[in-house]
Every structure is written in C-alpha cells, then in structure tokens.
C-alpha cells in the first residue's frame, strides 16, 4: 500500500570454528567455515565467548576472500570481537580456508557459543549472521600436585602430568605456587623423576620457578620434584599453575589454577627418607619408610580436626608386597599405640593400611621421633614412569577412612620417589635426605672436633695426682 515500513532479511548462516586443540592461556590458531547467502558480505564480525582476546594481527590465513583480521569494537557484555575485511567483492558462496589466532582464557566460559555477522562496510547493513558451538579449553591432561601442608617445614612436592605436545630443546616448564611457599630447586633439590634433560632451575620469587629443557619432550607422562617450605597460614590464593612452553616461549601445554592442599596448621611432620635391601628386577627388597614427628602431636584439645587414625601407604605402579602375615611388617618405633585387633590392613597388595589407636585418652598421642615400617616387596620389570611412593596421613572423621591418596580422609601426604633398577642404597642424591645427611654429618664433625681440642686441652695442662 505505499506505506507500510520494509524489514530488511536477515539470512542465517552455516558456521562452524574448528581447533585441534587449545590449552588454557595460550595462542591457538582457529579455523573458521562458513557458508553466506544471497547477498555478499564485505565485512565480517567475529564474536569469540567471554574472556577469550585477539591480538593486534590475528589473521593467519585468508583463502582467497579474507585480506585482514583486527580486534574491533567488544561487545557491552565484554565479549571481544574481530572484524575481517573481505575481498572488495565481498564474500559469495562458503569460505574456506580462513584460519585465525586467538588467546584463550585460563577456564572455560559457562558459555561457549561463537557468533559471525556478516555486514556491509559501507552502509552498515546487516545480511546475516551465523552461530557455532565453540572449542574446548583442554587442561594438562592427568595433572597432579602432591606435597605435605605442614608449615614452616621443608618437603618434597611432586608434580605428575602427561601432554599431549612435542617440545623441542630450549623449551621450559614454568610454576607459580601459593604465596610464601618459597621453593627450592638447586641441586638435589630439584629430582627429575621422568623428565628429559634439564639446564637446571630457577627461582624468580617467593611463588614463582622455571625449569630449562635440555633436551626434546615428546608426548607422553612425566614427573619431577622439587622441595617447598609451606607458610604458617593459608595463603588467601591457594592454587597452583603448571605451563609447558616451546623455545618461542609459546604455551603449549598448561594446567592453571589447581586448587592447593589444606595446610596442617598444628602438625609437625616430615618425611623419613626411603631405604631398600635390593634392586633388582623380579626379585624381592625389604623397604623401610615413614615419617619423623617433629613435635609431638597434638591432641583432642588443641587441633580436634587434625587428629590421625591410620596411615596408608601406596607403592608404585607394578611393585606388590610379600606379606602373609603380620609379622611380616615391622614397626621400627615401640611408642606408636595400634588397635587392638585388625591394626594392619594387607589384603590389597598395592598398599598398606595401619591402624591406630590414639587420643583415646589425653596423653595417648604420637611422641617426637622417627615412625619406620619395613616390609617386603616383588620389584616389577620394567620399573614404571612414575616412580614414587606415598605415605598419607588419614583423618578420624570419615568412617570408611581411607583407601587412596585422594581420598577425603586423607590429611598429609609424603611422596617419596623410588629407587632405580640396580641402585645401591646409601647414595643420598635427594633434597630432605640429602640435607639431613648433611645435617648429621656436619653434627659428627663438630662433635669429632669438641672432642680433640678436648682431648688436647687436657694433654698439654698441668698434671694432677692424689697424695
């Protein structure tokens, strides 16, 4: 009739954004399909999920119809955006061939959806606009970090991870860790329990190390220790971050923001280094470890939440114990109070389980001291990748107690990397054992060097005698 308004048609495009993979806070290259309708688009507008970002030149290749990608104007909701210019034709057909970087959050985004519009560069005109499912941000695949949270004491922490990636020599791993855990990574300190060659380590602060690559890191599971000092009180931003990069310092790979282990405010305890008899392949050791209590535990009173009632100890991938019966375990320490009847759980024969029998009066707690078991063991053949023993300390407050490291029960963790096929024990190569050598060595001399000038003190004196 002359008068009625027209609506311009808004057509619906097939779109679809494709990546190989994408880890969290990374560079990834997207690539991007899409198919328009009658009328050709000069401009594109890509909308990526929230808190994705484009860099300053994100186009890596156009086909034959993309000249240029660019970061333009976010959206009101903070999505970022990037606007591709076309070919001055505009786009016909499907678009092939488009492959664009973007850098990805360190989460995913509740909502993963991509939008494109396709506009006209000169009158602003709308003619379509597509929908995609997105990408999935890809973690570290089977990251795990285990270390003990007693405070102010010096212990292991174990880092286990796989990637999916090849990394060239020249490429580093890089941590960040709760505030005030100051690490240390120097010598012994640092183990490479399955790791490629590495130029050593480096601390940049009180939460922050790099470790150097030496040599080419292809697909596959790894682990390496280093050694942690826990601060007093838990530290307001307890997460942990792992990032694999290349030589280019690109992220190739990265675990962000694991959650941290609780920190034991009222215990004292550290690890009891591991000792075996024989390492050889299929044949039986005796292996002796535990832990030492620095201070004696506390009781009911004091830290009703820290209270332990059994200790599990897991083995590595492949070793099995040779216990038949109990006697065949051996507690090294007399002042560890057990229960009554049925304080040794070995029916598994991947783990132990000890059962303990304190607080049942105000005085029955653990004592200062050294708290060994030792008990027989078949070593496998080969020797697993991740080579490393567990001592946890389990919580009262959960009635089926515990049967695994990441058990709720679970309060304390020691890992312990193990020893090799072959290895002599009596080579102390490692942080806590190391330095405890160390230590006693160093109180050996002292005491050795008191002693003589003792010893000369009263050689070179006045005599005495008895009249």
Avoid at 57 to 74: E, F
Avoid at 149 to 167: N, S
Wanted: net charge negative; with cysteine; charged share 15%.
């Amino acid at each position: 009739d002359g008068e009625t308004r027209e609506f311009p048609i808004v057509e619906e495009y097939s779109f679809q954004v494709l990546s190989a993979r994408a880890p969290p806070i990374a560079e990834v290259e997207v690539a991007l399909a899409l198919t328009v309708g009658i009328q050709k688009p000069t401009t594109l507008i890509v909308v990526a999920p929230l808190l994705f970002n484009f860099s300053s030149d994100c186009l890596v290749s156009g086909g034959s119809q993309i000249l240029s990608c660019s970061p333009s104007t976010p959206m009101p909701d903070g999505r970022k955006t990037a606007a591709l210019a076309t070919v001055d034709q505009g786009i016909s057909g499907s678009l092939q061939g488009v492959i664009i970087k973007v850098q990805t959050p360190a989460m995913a985004p509740l909502s993963k959806a991509w939008f494109i519009e396709g506009r006209n560069i000169f009158t602003d005109a709308q003619y379509g606009w597509g929908e995609a499912e997105g990408i999935e941000i890809e973690q570290m695949a089977e990251i795990a970090v285990t270390y003990p949270g007693i405070p102010a004491v010096l212990a292991r922490m174990v880092w286990r991870f796989k990637t999916q990636v090849l990394i060239e020599s020249g490429g580093w791993l890089h941590m960040e860790l709760p505030e005030d855990f100051n690490p240390q990574c120097s010598g012994t300190y640092l183990e490479p329990i399955a790791l490629p060659a590495t130029g050593g380590c480096r601390i940049l602060d009180s939460q922050t190390l790099v470790i150097y690559l030496n040599a080419t890191m292809v697909p596959g599971e790894y682990a390496f220790g280093i050694h942690v000092t826990p601060p007093t009180f838990a530290p307001l931003r307890n997460e942990l971050t792992l990032i694999l990069y290349d030589r280019h310092g690109n992220v190739r790979d990265a675990a962000v923001d694991l959650p941290g282990l609780d920190i034991q405010d009222k215990l004292k305890i550290q690890e009891s280094h591991l000792q075996w008899t024989s390492s050889k392949p299929l044949r039986s050791s005796v292996v002796t470890l535990g832990f030492e209590a620095v201070e004696p535990l506390p009781d009911l009173v004091v830290a009703p939440v820290q209270q332990i009632s059994e200790i599990l100890i897991t083995f590595p991938v492949g070793f099995t114990h040779l216990i038949d019966e109990e006697h065949d375990f051996t507690v090294l320490n007399e002042d560890m109070p057990f229960k009554e009847y049925g304080w040794l759980d070995f029916m598994q024969k991947d783990r132990l389980r000890v059962m303990l029998n304190l607080n049942q009066s105000a005085w029955m707690t653990l004592k200062t001291g050294v708290y060994q078991f030792r008990f027989p063991v078949l070593i496998p053949s080969p020797l697993p990748i991740f080579n490393v023993w567990y001592v946890a300390l389990c919580s009262p407050n959960y009635p089926e107690g515990c049967n695994r490291i990441t058990d709720p029960a679970v309060m304390v963790v020691f890992p312990i990397p193990g020893f090799k096929l072959n290895q002599e024990y009596g080579t102390l190569g490692v942080g806590i054992a190391a330095s405890a050598a160390h230590r006693r060595a160093q109180a050996f001399c002292n005491w050795s060097l008191g002693l003589g000038l003792l010893l000369v003190a009263l050689s070179s004196g006045p005599s005495l005698s008895l009249r």
